[in-house]
Antibody, heavy 115, light 109 residues
Framework: QVQLQESGPGLVKPSETLSLTCTVSGGSISSHYWSWIRQSPGKGLEWIGYFSYSGSTTYNPSLRSRVTISGDASKNQFSLKLSSVTAADTAVYYC?????????WGRGTLVTVSS | EIVLTQSPGTLSLSPGERATLSCRAS???????LAWYQHKPGQAPRLLIY???SRATGIPDRFSGSGSGTDFTLSISRLEPEDFAVYYCQQYGNSLPNTFGQGTKLEIK
């Protein structure tokens, strides 16, 4: 079955770019849609956006100006870049399969924005 | 943006009891594009229900979803010890952005 694993720096400085990678096993990113979601401490889940390898991307309007989601089929990975981060971007970041309902998810990775 | 409000915030029940969780949308959810997830600490969230009432692969039949329009319900018929977790609803599809409810914590009484 499809499994996902997030990776990337756990600490990012304010104003810099957060970069995370999701490695997919048991399935190909060349098919289907792939999403990023985050959960800030003590808060609910926030959908960030999704992409398909065919070229379709859709982002949350609240983050659209700062977000890029893309994929690398040769590594079967997809990535998230979030620019100009602030403390409000501190969260557990999840990747997941799907663009609408999400199944399965990765376990998530905590990213803290701090100097 | 569709806002989802879940109630109650915390539900305290005993194993064997029935749980009923509510998710109310600020406007009608198109085509009943509503999902439910279970989330335990340190684990990946798990899809339970999609399309308001369709069980995901491998989900026990004690989990059921119902509702339409703006009012949706997740029911767990007989609680097992492993069912105690946080549950989220999510609307998706035509009404972007996809949004989640704030969650209901199901705890052991």
């Amino acid at each position: 079955q499809v499994q996902l694993q997030e990776s990337g720096p756990g600490l990012v400085k304010p104003s810099e770019t957060l970069s995370l990678t999701c490695t997919v096993s048991g399935g190909s990113i060349s098919s289907h849609y792939w999403s990023w979601i985050r959960q800030s401490p003590g808060k609910g889940l926030e959908w960030i956006g999704y992409f398909s390898y065919s070229g379709s991307t859709t982002y949350n309007p609240s983050l659209r100006s700062r977000v890029t989601i893309s994929g690398d089929a040769s590594k079967n990975q997809f990535s998230l870049k979030l620019s100009s981060v602030t403390a409000a971007d501190t969260a557990v970041y999840y990747c997941a399969s799907g663009g609408w309902y999400l199944d399965p998810w990765g376990r998530g990775t905590l990213v803290t924005v701090s100097s | 943006e569709i806002v989802l409000t879940q109630s109650p915030g915390t539900l305290s029940l005993s194993p064997g009891e029935r749980a009923t969780l509510s998710c109310r949308a600020s406007q009608s959810v198109s085509s009943n594009y509503l999902a439910w997830y279970q989330h335990k600490p340190g684990q990946a969230p798990r899809l339970l229900i999609y399309g308001a009432s369709s069980r995901a692969t491998g989900i026990p039949d004690r989990f059921s979803g119902s509702g339409s329009g703006t009012d949706f319900t997740l029911s767990i018929s007989r609680l097992e010890p492993e069912d105690f977790a946080v549950y989220y609803c999510q609307q998706y599809g035509n009404s972007l952005p996809n949004t989640f409810g704030q969650g209901t914590k199901l705890e052991i009484k």
